[in-house]
């Protein structure tokens, strides 16, 4: 084994990276094919949609009853009752038929006496398209359904269908090839837990990897894991990039170590764009070009990928298909302590949060980037940008959540010395009290004090009040 | 054609229909099934994960350098530099490796001086466990890393398998028949629009549902269309109610009209609990109970469809899977003009939702439980209570977004007559300036100026400055 070490050659702060990134993929959306309306939920409009079909497309009965041509009922009253003549003059019609030819209004079942099968009364006259859904009420064939870059949810679907367009134009969905890489890698599946020697780790960032693509709108296919051999991760990525691929993601060996493929892979098959990123954890992200196509070198650390992904993959992915930025919720916190932070990086901190006396309070979490429970555990992620230094006690910075704001909110915040059987009450709590969490941060004793002084989790017999979900 | 008429017999509030379904259908919650984590994104434990191999599994290099007994660095100094001979009293190490017996802490690379192939210098001790990623820092093996009830998201997926938790116990996905029913319906693909006749519908509302089940975790099934005839339709709902389904739903003759067979049917398999819910649209919903199953008479006028499925299927589908609640977005509005509402009933409104100097203006759509594209239009529903008779223009309601509030603020509002050239626009600024919408509301000249009287909409010269969305 050597010392030989590649140095990072361009690193940028985030912004600098995206734009990066987007100045030289902002061509690279991906083909338009035509696909059934209904395999289309969630997909992007590539053309507008017009309809071809009127909706109703044809004068309707809005109410179970006679559809009758007004004119006839004109005059009618409790005194001088009209009768109208089933078939002739008067027509039974449900809601949804078609108003038979000659006829312009419907007489609400309610309001009709049935004499006999050849005669009924009506004291009440009806005026013209009085329940009658006029064709076209809902949708005038030719007018524009959705404007491209529309992305179709269920309700446009149906409003699809209903005018008459039966496929779509929309963007494919990216191809996205993972290469996990790393010579101290085990699969799960060939992996038998008493046969791990020490050094083997369980590859698992691929499966969180295609899983945020999916979440992302992308298809991800995952290769065969890889060791850190340079001539096989060569070959791999440029089949990939010349393949079906519409990106490629290799994990791990993204560093500048001696035994780092990435770079040199993307090096030799293409150019590097960016070689680490100011932000913490990620650092040692990898952008590249190879022949026209995204490349990503992402750090094998699990928190690391997973921040990598989603400050780049993830947003790329979006634009590759015209797919709107993930809405994320962003709420401001009280802190339980203060943070300090390093300059010239910006650091995304997972925070747990806990709704105290109706404030949000966030407690940090431990920020090694090799912790994946840091990101499970955790219900917000505070980014401090590069240029500060810390957060004080009396700031309220602002946290992207990471569970829906009534889970924060379920959630019985207990601070303090960990304690297995809190571990155990947090399982039966969630059998016998659907919907109510239990959040336990293990800070020691001393920790739990101070959070109660600062008012940052509730004292003695102040739990919070966790509201029940409905059904 | 007869005039013959049901009833409805149990028409109820929405909350007390929600208990009634509740109660009865408290305990089913769907079986368990055991499958690999790989494929569990987005399921819900049905067990607690507990970690079965700790992570690290051993002690881990956490930089490049040289792994020694921290002892052995004790003392070195500028002045006085410690000689280690590699493979003996330190070994070169990469992030990740596991630590060599004997050896405790990691001297980075960059800390060391290579004098030969047999000794290296260093100038500074290590202390024992520096930048070493201890065993256990990240999961400890027998931790609980998730209670049951727990979904299973990206990073839970990564967290499992580092902890040597390769299968999950999750709850099965409901299964859900959709049985549309009409005399009136076509099949899209079976349909030449050509050659529709007045009276003809293209079914809709199945693709609609299956969509709507989807995002609630949901495997729905579509049966062939079926004419209105009680006999068909009771043979079908008896077979799925004792096939694999967990709940069924007929679409369409759930009201109490001539050919409305929903509650018949429903009648004489089971027992009807609720027929007709105080709520607009979206009444005729019928509630019964076959065999223990929940069944589901839905109306068939899209909107009302909708209405329905969202109001009471869809969360019962997500309580059948202990999967949460859908988090909606709601947001206060003001209102464009009064809105009128009748009592007894809780409506629905959809609305357009502009953002006029930073405050969000709602101003209603057509009221129509026939026309899809009131919902497809909309970017918000105001729930109007049934106590409420309405909301003046001095109110500020709440709406539930059905779009994220970016796509609302980067919404050219414009209020008038409508122009179809707008359509056109609207479809060009969409290629042109992606993720910058027009929304035109169509109320007619009029209309407009009283908007601007209103401050409901931008004045001449003052149209709200949508944001560039990034990459």
């Not at 009758?68 to 009922?73: L, R, S, W």
């Not at 989790?457 to 919070?464: C, E, Q």
Request: proline share 6%; glycine share 8%; charged share 20%.
């Amino acid at each position: 084994m050597t010392s030989k070490r590649n140095v990072y050659l361009d690193t940028q702060p985030i912004e600098t990276a995206r734009q990066i990134l987007m100045d030289r993929f902002k061509d690279r959306v991906t083909d338009v094919e035509t696909i059934d309306v209904t395999a289309a939920q969630g997909r992007v409009l590539a053309s507008p949609a017009i309809a071809k079909l009127s909706s109703p497309n044809f004068h309707a009965a809005a109410m179970d009853g006679m559809a009758v041509d007004a004119k006839q009922t004109f005059g009618a009253s409790d005194d001088a009752p009209k009768v109208l003549v089933p078939d002739e003059t008067g027509f039974w019609v449900n809601t949804g038929h078609a108003l038979p030819p000659g006829t312009n209004a419907v007489i609400m079942i309610e309001h009709i006496n049935i004499i006999d099968e050849t005669s009924v009364e009506i004291e009440a006259p009806v005026f013209p398209w009085q329940h009658v859904r006029k064709m076209g009420e809902d949708i005038v064939a030719t007018k524009l359904l959705f404007p491209r870059g529309h992305q179709i949810n269920a309700y446009a679907m149906g409003a699809l269908l209903s005018g008459g367009v039966f496929q779509v134009k929309v963007y494919k969905k990216p191809r996205i090839l993972i290469i996990p890489t790393g010579s101290e890698l085990v699969q799960w599946h060939e992996t038998s837990l008493d046969q791990m020697v020490p050094g083997q780790v369980i590859e698992s960032n691929s499966t969180v990897l295609k899983a945020l693509c999916r979440d992302n709108g992308a298809v991800a296919d995952r290769h065969p894991m890889l060791k850190d051999d340079l001539e096989t991760i060569t070959t791999a990525v440029d089949q990939a990039v010349k393949g079906e691929y519409d990106m490629v993601c290799i994990i791990g060996g993204s560093s500048a170590g001696s035994e780092d493929f990435a770079r040199p892979v993307m090096a030799s098959l293409g150019r590097v764009m960016v070689h680490g990123v100011t932000m913490m954890p990620g650092k040692p992200v990898l952008m590249g070009d190879i022949s026209g196509k995204p490349v990503f070198g992402i750090p094998g650390y699990p928190v690391s990928a997973i921040v990598a992904f989603e400050q780049f993959v993830g947003p790329l992915l979006r634009f590759m298909q015209k797919l709107a930025p993930v809405e994320d919720r962003f709420e401001p916190v009280a802190l339980a302590r203060k943070i300090a932070s390093k300059l010239g990086q910006d650091e995304f901190l997972r925070v747990k949060i806990g709704s105290v006396d109706g404030r949000l309070i966030a407690s940090q979490l431990p920020r090694g980037s090799g912790s994946i429970t840091t990101l499970t555990e955790a219900d917000g992620i505070i980014q401090i940008p590069k240029d500060v230094e810390g957060i004080s006690e009396t700031e309220t910075p602002t946290a992207r959540l990471l569970k829906p704001l009534s889970a924060i909110e379920n959630t019985l915040v207990i601070t303090g010395s960990h304690d297995n059987t809190l571990d155990l009450l947090a399982d039966q709590m969630r059998r016998d009290h659907d919907g109510i969490n239990i959040s336990s941060s293990h800070v020691g004793s001393m920790g739990g004090l101070m959070a109660i002084r600062n008012n940052a989790t509730p004292g003695r017999g102040s739990i919070s009040r966790p509201r029940r979900r409905f059904l």
